[in-house]
């Protein structure tokens, strides 16, 4: 049987993305995947961190205008890195019938990284958009320990195309060969 895909938005909010890593160009992806999968009836499921310095309510926490969702579409509060841990997202996905996850967000190497590895845990097929995810802007990160964004999100997309894992299908796609006609 085809997997049944849900598109997940990860913390595309305007204080992260203040801060991304090519935010316009992972914007524009994600968009664009988020009108094709509402066409094709795969549901959008946004996901929002709450912290301190995201507090729910401010302009910060909201999530930027292009990836707003859409009345009725559901929406998961979180407080971890981890979408899924003390959250609905699980509970969610399983009432859509969902089988596979397509993970899309902010901040690579945090957020989006936990939240596709524990889909993958908990039985969800995965796709990771090569670029419709992103990390932070990083000046000097040489001198900080960090790689370079362009490097994260490199690192990222090679990890998931040669990792595997017992029963589930893992694939990277760029946004514009993200098919959800296709098993």
Known sequence: MPPTAALLVIDMQNTTVALAHRAAETVAAIAGLSERARAAGVPVVTVRQQDAGMVPGTEGWRVVPELAPRDGEPVVDKTT??????????????????????????????CVDTTARQALSRGYDL?????????????????????PADHSIAHCNTVYRIMGWPGRRIRVRAAADVDFAAP
Do not use: C, K, N
């Open 81 to 110: 890195p981890d979408s899924f841990l003390d959250t609905g997202l699980d509970e969610t996905l399983r009432a859509l019938g969902v089988t596979e996850v397509i993970v899309t967000g902010f901040a690579t190497e945090v």
């Open 127 to 147: 796709v990771v958009v090569a670029d419709g995810h992103t990390t932070s802007v990083r000046a000097g990160a040489e001198t900080d320990g960090l790689v």
